[in-house]
């Protein structure tokens, strides 16, 4: 008797172009949920880079008040800007330049108009005094966004910045 084979049906390989297209909406679906997550981390970002920014400048005019023997004053000149200069107060920030004729300008920080970050300080400038090393009058300086979190910066008798976060902004000490 003679065998009768069967022919045994083909395996396919690959995947049909139903499957790659559910697969595919699936992906993006996936990316579109993750897409608004990494927009707040970067606006947190911004936010912690302004007030890492601000911390260090706080910090370079309290060495050079020592270093030059001469009282230095930070200026908050507007919510988006502040000036490290060794006048009285008045100055403020113009496109380019600080606006401080006749004053030696250290450091000037414009974020512009259009950045998120906000600072609001409750004195108008602090003067950091060389021979006693002190910082008159102590300040917090608050930074935020307009709907996210928000950092304070303190700045104790000595020029020493504590930072928070009264909204317990991940990393941040609380305030």
Do not use: K, Y
């Not at 060389?130 to 102590?138: F, H, I, L, M, S």
């Not at 104790?156 to 928070?164: E, H, P, S, T």
């Amino acid at each position: 008797m003679a065998e009768i084979r069967v022919p045994r049906p083909r395996r396919r390989r690959g995947l049909t172009l139903v499957e790659s297209a559910v697969t595919l909406a699936l992906a993006a679906v996936v990316v579109g949920l993750a897409v608004p997550g990494f927009a707040a981390i970067g606006e947190r970002e911004r936010l912690r880079a302004v007030a890492s920014a601000l911390q260090t400048d706080i910090a370079f005019a309290r060495s050079q008040a020592a270093a030059q023997s001469r009282t230095l004053r930070l200026e908050f000149a507007g919510p988006r800007c502040w000036l490290l200069h060794d006048g009285p107060a008045g100055c403020g920030c113009g496109p380019g330049a600080a606006a401080c004729p006749g004053r030696l300008v250290l450091r000037q920080a414009d974020l512009g108009a259009g950045h998120p970050v906000e600072l609001r300080a409750n004195v108008g400038s602090i003067l950091f005094e060389p021979t006693r090393g002190t910082v008159t009058p102590t300040t917090t300086v608050r930074l935020s966004l307009p709907q996210g979190p928000r950092l304070h910066l303190v700045v104790n008798l000595m020029g020493r910045v504590r930072r928070c976060s009264p909204d317990g902004l991940p990393g941040e000490a609380a305030c």
